[in-house]
C-alpha cells in the first residue's frame, strides 16, 4: 500500500502542478493573488486540481500507515512548491511592471 500511495500522491502533486501551469500561461503579465481567484481560469483547471486534491489525500492516507511524518510530507510538497512557484512569477509579474514604467 505504501508505493500505491506514493504513486498516487505523486500522481496527484504532478497533476496539480500541470494546473497550476495552465493557470500561470493563462495569466502571463498579471499578477496571481496567493488567497483568490486568479482573472483567467483555463478550462478544466478546476477539474484537474479537484481530481489532483483527492490523488494527494489518497497518497496520504496510503502512507499514511507506514508512519505520520510520511503523510506530513505528502501533504505538505505540493502546496510548499505551490507557493514558491506563484511567488517567483509574482516576482516576474512585478519587476516587468516596473521595468515598463521606467
Known amino acids: ?3 500505491a500511495g506514493i504513486a498516487s500522491a505523486v500522481i496527484g502533486i504532478t497533476l496539480f502542478h500541470v494546473a497550476l501551469g495552465r493557470t500561470l ?3 502571463a503579465g498579471v499578477r496571481i493573488p496567493f488567497g483568490g481567484r486568479p482573472r483567467e481560469t483555463p478550462p478544466g483547471s478546476v477539474q484537474m486540481r479537484a481530481l489532483a486534491a483527492g490523488l494527494i489525500v489518497l497518497g496520504a492516507v496510503l ?3 507506514e508512519g ?3 503523510t506530513l510530507m505528502v501533504v505538505a510538497a505540493g ?3 505551490a507557493l514558491i512557484v506563484l511567488s517567483l512569477h509574482n516576482r516576474r ?3 516587468d511592471a516596473r521595468s515598463a514604467d521606467a
Do not use: E, Q, S, Y
Request: proline share 6%; no cysteine; hydrophobic share 55%.
Open 63 to 65: 502512507v499514511g500507515t
Open 79 to 81: 502546496p510548499i512548491a
Open 25 to 27: 500561461r493563462a495569466n
Open 1 to 3: 500500500m505504501f508505493v
Open 68 to 70: 505520520w511524518h510520511w
Open 93 to 95: 509579474v512585478r519587476r
